[in-house]
């Protein structure tokens, strides 16, 4: 029987067939991504990060953002960075738009 483990417990040292990188700003933030081999594929494993973290392993996460299994460690990346992309990016819309409705019912608002 295997032993299972925490990712956040790996060695800083990627495996030959995984990929670590620190990205940003996007969106404000900065993602610390990695990719770990699995079964069923790779998958992709993104920290979201108020600051710049100095390493993807000792990354303090505001939010966590996975995506696989995929065929490489790169597609892998890609695919969590594009996801962590599009939640950040929705999270900003969603804020502007709170704003703009909250802007439109201030007494002394034109109406439309």
């Known amino acids: 029987m295997g032993t299972l483990g925490f990712v956040d417990t790996l060695p800083s040292q990627p495996g030959k067939d995984s990929l670590e990188e620190v990205l ?5 933030y900065y ?7 699995s079964l069923e594929g790779f998958y992709g494993y993104a920290k979201v990060c108020g600051q710049r973290p100095e390493s993807v392993w000792g990354a303090s996460a ?11 460690p790169e597609a892998a990346i890609t695919a969590v960075v594009d996801a962590a992309t599009l939640k950040l990016a929705r999270r900003i819309e969603e804020r ?3 704003l703009y409705s909250w802007r439109s019912t201030e007494p002394g608002a034109a109406s439309a």
Not at 24 to 28: A, K, Q, T, V
Request: charged share 10%; with cysteine.
């Open 96 to 98: 502007e738009t709170l």
């Open 24 to 28: 940003g700003p996007i969106c404000g």
């Open 62 to 72: 505001q939010a966590k953002v996975v995506a696989g299994p995929l065929g490489s």
């Open 31 to 37: 993602l610390a991504c990695y990719s770990v081999e």
